[in-house]
């Protein structure tokens, strides 16, 4: 396979290690199971538990995993096509999947800052209104 086409896959099977990472990790659909894991990781006696659940509260840790279930899944290596392909391929993934996520991140709070922006401006006019009345 080309470099081009290398990139090119990196780029796309990044996009669903990303979603998962963060779906998991991040969004309300698991958040009961993730508080779980955060009562086990915080509580836990053993060193090997609290890190094994710390890694579903974690999306960099858990952007780990996902990584090498999609290049078990996809066979994707990276420069090379021996061993050496698949450990580049495990980090590169990684890192473009979390600077997916840091991207997502960065847009989600500043559509919240709008979010809370466009309420106070509209709280103040209905305030200026009332007192014009």
Same mark, same amino acid.
């Given at each position: 396979?080309?470099?081009?086409?290398?990139?090119?896959?990196?780029?796309?099977?990044?996009?669903?290690?990303?979603?998962?990472?963060?779906? %998991?990790?991040?969004?309300?659909?698991?958040?009961?199971?993730?508080?779980?894991?955060?009562?086990?990781?915080?509580?836990?006696?053993?060193?090997?538990?609290?890190?094994?659940?710390?890694?579903?509260?974690?999306?960099?840790?858990?952007?780990?995993?996902?990584?090498?279930?999609?290049?078990?899944?996809?066979?994707?290596?990276?420069?090379?096509?021996?061993?050496?392909?698949?450990?580049?391929?495990?980090?590169?993934?990684?890192?473009?999947? /979390?600077?997916?996520?840091?991207?997502?991140?960065?847009?989600?709070?500043?559509?919240? %800052?709008? $979010?809370?922006?466009?309420?106070? $401006?509209?709280? /103040?006019?209905?305030?200026?209104?009332?007192?014009?009345?």
């Amino acid at each position: 396979m080309s470099l081009g086409s290398q990139i090119i896959y990196l780029f796309i099977i990044a996009i669903p290690v990303a979603c998962i990472a963060w779906t %998991v990790t991040q969004e309300e659909i698991f958040r009961e199971p993730r508080e779980y894991c955060q009562k086990v990781c915080g509580s836990a006696k053993s060193i090997a538990k609290r890190k094994f659940f710390y890694l579903f509260t974690c999306e960099y840790c858990f952007s780990h995993y996902i990584s090498l279930l999609f290049l078990i899944l996809t066979k994707f290596q990276l420069l090379y096509d021996d061993w050496r392909g698949y450990v580049i391929a495990f980090f590169a993934l990684v890192w473009v999947a /979390n600077w997916y996520m840091s991207l997502f991140s960065y847009l989600r709070q500043n559509l919240k %800052v709008e $979010k809370i922006e466009a309420k106070m $401006k509209d709280k /103040n006019l209905k305030e200026m209104e009332n007192e014009e009345q």
